[in-house]
């Protein structure tokens, strides 16, 4: 079955009234029929049937056996690194996602694990930094916010071998383009609350493994920890991911023809993505994703303290705001948003400079999205000084 059709079909309608939309079942417990005696379901922190349902269609999604729904993306991020212990190592991708590495340098190294960011695009950089000691190598590809592409294929292989296990966080490649399962990775990771749910309505996150027993060490942490997807939000976020194979192609095609324009613009300097034949690593990309999503960044010409931050402000269609993946488009400036957790210096040498700037591409006609950024762009290159240095 292709993908659009396995997407529609993963869930059986309700078995109950046959319901072709899978019910929220807004309930904190269930009913017994004997102590320990149950349908299945005793109390929604450890499992609710809405958001199983979500949960076997986000493991149909990524070709797994085990899908777990979590409250947020960073929740899912907490329950992974909880697998580890005192001691150990994480090998990770050098511009992770700020949320991520803010609990890596704190909450994680503070209980005595350490982090040794690399460039994973180059898997020689992986090879060389793994030892013994590397429980777990963390990837995100495209990364965010500056769509760097690593090899799932070569790094599963690197971890394989050395013992790790390797975390694909897939949130910017979405299930319906890039499977890293299917490539070699052991566990996959999503903010729920970007491409799948879609919509810019919910928060939540998601783990993905093929392993049963990986499955259940993560499920024990999150039912003994508590940080599950409530009912609603799985309704939700099952809603959203029903249409996440028609966004998706839609929001590619058009981020391509904005990456496109962006490029021949005189007051770029350059710009990622993926699709884009000058991008470092397209031919991996081209192996590995079916599209590349609607994520672009760029850094302008004009590198003046604020000159970013006039172009943010005179978008019309771009609404400023972090996060991504929804219908509507937003865009904002990572070294003061999205990535302000991230020291100044880890920051620049990931390449995230004041000057950079991250969209992310929504339904909207790629011709609007065009001429609102040619707007926005000549805006700002024609603010003063004052007004930049005021930004
Ligand atoms: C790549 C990536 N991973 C994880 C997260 C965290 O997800 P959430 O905001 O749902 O907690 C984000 C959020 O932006 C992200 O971009």
Known sequence: ???????????????????????IYQTSTFEQEGPGINKGFDYSRTNNPTRQAFEQLLAELEGGTRGIAFSSGLAAVDAVL???????????????YGGTYRALHTIYNWLGITVKHVDTSDPGNVLEAITPKTKLVWLETPTNPTLKVSDIRAIA???KASGALLLVDNTFGSPVAQQPLKLGADIVLHSITKY???????IGGGIVVRDQELGERIKYIQNATGAVLGPQDSWLAIRGAQ????????????AQQVAEFLQQHPAVAGVNYPGLRTHPNHL???SQSAAFGGVISFWLKDDREGAAVQLVKHTRLFTLAESLGGVKSLLC?????????????????????DSLVRISIGLE???????????????????????????
């Open 1 to 23: 079955m292709r993908t659009e059709t396995r997407l529609l079909h993963a869930l059986p309608h309700d078995p109950l009234t046959g319901a072709v939309s899978v019910p």
């Open 157 to 159: 292989s690197i971890s």
């Open 365 to 391: 006609h790629p011709d609007d999205l065009v001429e609102d950024l040619a707007g926005a762009i000549s805006a700002a290159e024609n603010c003063s000084v004052e007004q930049t240095l005021h930004a």
């Open 82 to 96: 909880k697998l580890l212990s005192a001691g150990d190592e994480i090998i990770a991708v050098d511009d992770i």
């Open 243 to 254: 249409t996440l194979h028609l966004r998706y192609e839609r929001i590619s095609r058009s």
């Open 284 to 286: 991996v990309a081209r």
């Open 196 to 202: 799948i749910a879609g919509h810019s309505d919910v």
């Open 333 to 353: 400036v990572p070294a003061r948003m999205t990535h302000a957790s991230v020291p100044r210096e880890a920051r620049i040498a990931a390449g995230i400079h």
